[in-house]
C-alpha cells in the first residue's frame, strides 16, 4: 500500500484519485473512446495536467479490466526515429511477459534486428532486460516491437506525449510510418498527446498528413473553479485545516486555473502548517512561488531582443490580449509597428514564452514569470 504524500497538493507524479482533481468528463471521453476503438488526439497547453490525466486514466482501466496494460512513453528528448524506437521498446518490451522460461525464450527468439539480454535484478526479485538498437535498424526494430505487442494478445493501451515531436525527427516519412503501424493494431489503444495545439491540430486535422482523422480529439482546458476549489478545502479540511474560499479564488484568479501554477501555491500554502490560511497567505505562497525563480527570470529578460521582451511585457500587464496588433494596444504600450510585433509574437511562441489560448488570445506561458513581468513594469 502507497504512502500517503507528506503534501496532498502533488506537483508532479500521480498518487491515486484521492489526490486528483476533477477532470471526469475527460477521463469518461478518455475511456469511452479506447474501449470502442477510438484512438484519442490529447492537446493542452503544458503543466495543465495531461499527463496527470493519462495517469489517472491508466488508473481507472486497471481498475475496471485489471488484465490491461497501460504504458506511457514522453518523448519529448527523443531526436530521430532511433530514439523513438528505443522509448518504446523500453517500455514494453518483457513488460507484457510473465518471464517463465516459455516466455523468456519467446522474447530471446521474436527479436531478430536487436537481441534483448536477460538478467537477474536482485533487488526486484526477477529478471531485468536490456538491448541495444543500433540507428541504422531502427525501421526494422520498429516493425518489430508493434508486431511483438499485436501478437501478445493482451490488451494494451500507450500513451505518447509530446507526440509532435516526431515532426522534428530527421528521417523522412516518420509520420506514414507510424500511422501505418497505428491502424493495425486491433489490441492496442493509443493516446497521442501533445503540447504544441498547432501542431497536433495540422497532423490530425490536415487531410494531406498521415493521421488525418484517425483519432478523436479532446481538448484539456482549466479544471472549473468550483470542483478545484471544492477539491482544494477537502484536502485542507482532511488535515484539520482551514483554507479560505476566498484565498483559493484569490490563488485559481491569479494564476487564471493553469493547473501546474494553481497546485504549486497549494503545495507551498499547505507547507506553511498554518491552522487557517488566508488571503494574504495565499498572496504569500505566490510571491515566495516567484521569488524562488527570481534569477531565472532575470536570465529570461537578458537574453530577450528588446522588441520581444517590449512585447512579453505588454502581454504581462494585460494577462491576456486577443488583439495584440490592434492601434489602441499598440500605442498604449509603445510598442511600434504591427508588423514589427508579428515577428515578436512568432519568436516568442516558438521559444515557448507565450502561449495562444482557445479563444485566440495571447498569453505569458508561464503564470509566475507574467506576474513577475507585470510588477516590474
Request: contains cysteine.
Amino acid at each position: 500500500m502507497k504512502a500517503k504524500p507528506a503534501n496532498p497538493f502533488l506537483v508532479s507524479g500521480y498518487q491515486g484519485p484521492g489526490f486528483f482533481c476533477d477532470r471526469e468528463d475527460e477521463t469518461g471521453q478518455l475511456a469511452t473512446a479506447l474501449a470502442n476503438g477510438r484512438n484519442v488526439c490529447l492537446t493542452s497547453p503544458r503543466r495543465m495536467g495531461k499527463t496527470g490525466l493519462i495517469l489517472h486514466l491508466f488508473h481507472r482501466l486497471n481498475a475496471d479490466a485489471p488484465a490491461a496494460r497501460c504504458f506511457y512513453i514522453d518523448i519529448f528528448a527523443t531526436q530521430s526515429l532511433h530514439d523513438f524506437t528505443a522509448a518504446l521498446a523500453h517500455a514494453v518490451v518483457g513488460q507484457l511477459d510473465d518471464y517463465s522460461d516459455a516466455a523468456i525464450r519467446r522474447i530471446g527468439s521474436f527479436f531478430k534486428s536487436f537481441r534483448p539480454t536477460f538478467t537477474f535484478d536482485s533487488q526486484i526479485g526477477a529478471p531485468s532486460l536490456s538491448f541495444d538498437i543500433k540507428p541504422s535498424e531502427a525501421q526494422r526494430s520498429l516493425a518489430e516491437v508493434f508486431e511483438y505487442i499485436k501478437t501478445s494478445g493482451k490488451r494494451c493501451v500507450i500513451a505518447i506525449d509530446e507526440f509532435q515531436q516526431i515532426i522534428e525527427y530527421p528521417e523522412k516519412g516518420v509520420e506514414a510510418l507510424l500511422r501505418s503501424h497505428a491502424q493495425f493494431m486491433p489490441n492496442v489503444g493509443l493516446v497521442f498527446a501533445g503540447s504544441k495545439k498547432h501542431l497536433m491540430e495540422e497532423m490530425f486535422s490536415s487531410a494531406k498528413r498521415p493521421f488525418y482523422q484517425s483519432a478523436q480529439k479532446i481538448g484539456l482546458k482549466e479544471i472549473p473553479a468550483d470542483a478545484y476549489r471544492a477539491f482544494a478545502l477537502g484536502l485542507f479540511n482532511q488535515a484539520g485545516r482551514e483554507l479560505k474560499p476566498a484565498a483559493f479564488d484569490l490563488i485559481y484568479d491569479e494564476l487564471s486555473g493553469h493547473t501546474w501554477y494553481v497546485q504549486m501555491t497549494l503545495n507551498r500554502a499547505y507547507a506553511t502548517g498554518k491552522k487557517v490560511t488566508s488571503e494574504t497567505d495565499a498572496q504569500e505562497a505566490i510571491a515566495s512561488a516567484i521569488e524562488c525563480e527570481n534569477a531565472t527570470y532575470k536570465a529570461y529578460c537578458e537574453m530577450l531582443p528588446r522588441g520581444q521582451l517590449s512585447v512579453l511585457k505588454a502581454l504581462a500587464a494585460e494577462r491576456e490580449v486577443l488583439a495584440p496588433l490592434k492601434s489602441s494596444f499598440l500605442a498604449k504600450h509603445a510598442l511600434g509597428a504591427a508588423s514589427s510585433v508579428r515577428q515578436a509574437l512568432k519568436a516568442l511562441e516558438d521559444k515557448a514564452l507565450v502561449l495562444r489560448g482557445d479563444a485566440g488570445g495571447y498569453f505569458v506561458y508561464d503564470r509566475f514569470f507574467g506576474l513577475w513581468l507585470s510588477q516590474k513594469s
